[in-house]
């Protein structure tokens, strides 16, 4: 099994910036992928940025349309962590964070496509 534990959300005015970080223990040899998704109350959790090994040394990542150009996912697997850095943060960016991992390659926007998941973490912007 893997566990995820995300880390960093907290209350930020707009404009502003937070970085989340998300550590995997257990099992983490078979992770190749990593993502971050979001939740508000009342709606589907939504896709945010996934990031996969493409090669020895080298990572493809993906990312949600609203958050193009403002975040930026990165992983460390010597530190088994992968980190998301949220700038120009919206009122509209406030959810729960989840960081999800898959044993497989390729970004994968839907929920179903990833066997881990961790307990979430809030971030709020205001206005």
């Known amino acids: 099994q893997v566990q995820l534990v995300e880390s960093g959300g907290g209350l930020v005015q707009a404009g502003g910036s937070l970085r989340l970080s998300c550590v995997a223990s257990?099992?983490?040899?078979?992770?190749?992928?990593m993502g971050w998704f979001r939740q508000v109350p009342g709606k589907e959790r939504e896709f945010v940025a996934a990031i996969t090994k493409s090669g020895s040394n080298t990572y493809y990542a993906d990312y949600a349309d609203s958050v193009k150009g403002r975040f930026t996912i990165s992983r460390d697997d010597a530190k088994n962590t992968v980190y998301l850095q949220m700038n120009s943060l919206k009122p509209e960016d406030t959810a729960v964070y989840y960081c999800a991992a898959r044993n497989r390659l390729g970004v994968r926007v839907e929920e179903r496509s990833y066997d881990y998941w961790g307990q979430g973490t809030q971030v709020t912007v205001s206005s």
């Open positions: 257990g099992r983490t040899f078979v992770i190749m992928t």
